[in-house]
């Protein structure tokens, strides 16, 4: 029995974790749900998923646009084993009420507050603690990446305290409403943002301290990581065993990427669906130890790094794997590892 999964919200997040679902052997992608019919929805129907409209005032809409629709959200949620929100922030908790009137357990995004949910998930962080649970929020992207690089440094060194400063890109390249435009804004100005205690979402008891910036860019994240161990490896001991990680990629030294424009170049050239880059970027060089003190960069793709996350947290939900199982199957069937 394939695990049918619905992907309600077909926008940045969703058509990828709708892509990354139909590559599942063990998922069926039985539809995807819509506001409008704008080339979204046509792409939608060009991969051959079913599409269903989200407001059945604007089903005629669809019509006029040539768009054929396999019926109503509501319709596609009665008839999924699991379905994926990825609709915009707070979009998510006005749909609860129709998951739960279904009885179909939701994954949520990182735009919804964490007390919507059961729980917060990342794969490599607390896989098993969204099992049988009803509603589970797929943490955001800045968080995936922390979870992602805190999770092997607290098992290997344990970790003392992780203070991250957070520039973030303002917007996703296709968001010509967002900003800033021309300038460098401490954001959230007070401390902490909130990135800090969204990790402790993931590690109740871990110590950690974030600040944010947010700047004119639209390609990816870049942390600059401190983290003070409760031991003293080596920098090439740390790199090492980051290096095992499959979702972190370590850029090798003289490679020639500098930044992010070069990593989505890299990511084009090696034919990446959308330039997506799924995996941390830690630069191999910023890995530096000074005492007891660890020192990186690392880049975030915000527009696919929570995607495995959400495809397991599919199999966590159901329990029908368990964590290295699921996070092999997804990191092969996408290709996640450069
Ligand atoms: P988006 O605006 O690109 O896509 C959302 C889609 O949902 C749009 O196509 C919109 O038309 C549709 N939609 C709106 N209302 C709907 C409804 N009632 N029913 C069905 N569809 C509806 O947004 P996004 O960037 O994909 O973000 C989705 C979620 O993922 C948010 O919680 C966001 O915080 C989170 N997230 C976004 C990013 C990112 O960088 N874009 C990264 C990680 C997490």
Known sequence: MTIQVAVNGYGTIGKRVADAVALQPDMELIGVGKTRPNHEAELAIENGYPLYAAIEERIELFDEAGLELAGTVEEMVAAADIVVDACPSGIGADNKSLYE??????????????????????????FEAATDADHVRVVSCNTTGLSRLL??????????????????RGGDPAQTGRGPINDILPNPVSLPSHHGPDVNTIFPDL???????????????????NV??????????????????????????????????ALKEFAMDRGRP??????????????????????LFQAIHQESDVVPENVDAIRAVLGTADAAESIERTNGTMGIGF
């Open 101 to 126: 009137a279904y009885d179909t357990p939701a994954l949520y995004q990182g735009g919804e507050d964490a007390d919507l949910v059961d729980v917060s998930f990342n794969a490599r962080g607390n």
């Open 151 to 168: 999770a092997p440094l607290q098992e290997e060194y344990g970790v003392e305290k992780a203070r991250v400063t957070l520039v973030r």
């Open 207 to 225: 110590n950690i301290d974030t600040l944010g910036l947010k700047v004119p860019a639209t390609l990816m994240h870049t942390h600059s990581v």
């Open 228 to 261: 003070t161990l409760e031991a003293t490896p080596d920098a090439d001991e740390v790199r090492d065993a980051l290096d095992e990680q499959m979702r972190i990629f370590l850029i090798p030294e003289g490679a020639g990427i500098d930044g992010a424009g």
């Open 274 to 295: 959308r330039a997506d880059i799924w995996e941390n970027c830690i630069w191999s060089e910023s890995v530096s130890m000074k005492g007891d003190d660890l020192y």
